[in-house]
T-cell receptor, first 112, second 109 residues
Framework: SQTIHQWPATLVQPVGSPLSLECTVE??????LYWYRQAAGRGLQLLFY??????ISSEVPQNLSASRPQDRQFILSSKKLLLSDSGFYLC???????????FGEGSRLTVL | GQNIDQPTEMTATEGAIVQINCTYQ??????LFWYQQHAGEAPTFLSY??LDGLEEKGRFSSFLSRSKGYSYLLLKELQMKDSASYLC??????????WGAGTKLIIKP
């Protein structure tokens, strides 16, 4: 069966510090991978998606970046965090047959 | 533009029935999803509708009318554990998911 895992679960970082959130998927090959952000009281905002190794599409211009160094690994990064980067970050993959989206546990980032 | 509208918050009583509506305007349509999200947790899949009509899964049912751009999620025999946010999402012509802001459902004893 497929599993998705992301870490860390909780992060408190000062403004201007770097960020690295990591996500891995097991039990499937060549998945479509996504990074979403969910701000309090708002819908899920798609940040990046990837259809393969090294293929990243950015949906929202910002100071975040994503990389996919391996087929089942997806990393969200920032060189300098802003206060507005605070939120709940979710990694996800889709079943290509059904389109169903499966989410990781989420990473809550607080930038102070 | 593309948008998904659903009520911000609803309150219902344990044991009762509640209907959460979702209307959408998207560029193309490749299906509508409902997800449940408990506070502080990731969303979990509830249902998927791509054809008009009602899909039933135990206490939960989801309805779709493509001509009206409308869906609802029906929850029966409400339990306290059903207190959560319910997210409506539509897959557009590019197979990207467009998300509503979610409906926070509060269940009272």
């Amino acid at each position: 069966s497929q599993t998705i895992h992301q870490w860390p679960a909780t992060l408190v970082q000062p403004v201007g510090s770097p960020l690295s959130l990591e996500c891995t998927v097991e039990g499937t090959s060549n998945p479509n991978l996504y990074w979403y952000r969910q701000a309090a009281g708002r819908g899920l905002q798609l940040l990046f998606y990837s259809v393969g190794i090294g293929q990243i599409s950015s949906e929202v211009p910002q100071n975040l970046s994503a990389s996919r160094p391996q087929d089942r690994q997806f990393i969200l990064s920032s060189k300098k965090l802003l206060l507005s980067d605070s939120g709940f970050y979710l990694c996800a993959w889709t079943d290509r047959d059904t389109g169903e989206l499966f989410f990781g546990e989420g990473s809550r980032l607080t930038v102070l | 533009g593309q948008n998904i509208d659903q009520p911000t918050e609803m309150t219902a009583t344990e044991g009762a029935i509640v209907q959460i509506n979702c209307t959408y305007q998207t560029s193309g349509f490749n299906g509508l999803f409902w997800y449940q999200q408990h506070a502080g947790e990731a969303p979990t899949f509830l249902s998927y509708n791509v054809l008009d009509g009602l899909e039933e899964k135990g206490r939960f049912s989801s309805f779709l009318s493509r001509s009206k751009g409308y869906s609802y999620l029906l929850l029966k025999e409400l339990q306290m554990k059903d207190s959560a946010s319910y997210l409506c999402a539509v897959m557009d012509s590019n197979y990207q998911l467009i998300w509503g802001a979610g409906t926070k459902l509060i269940i009272k004893p």
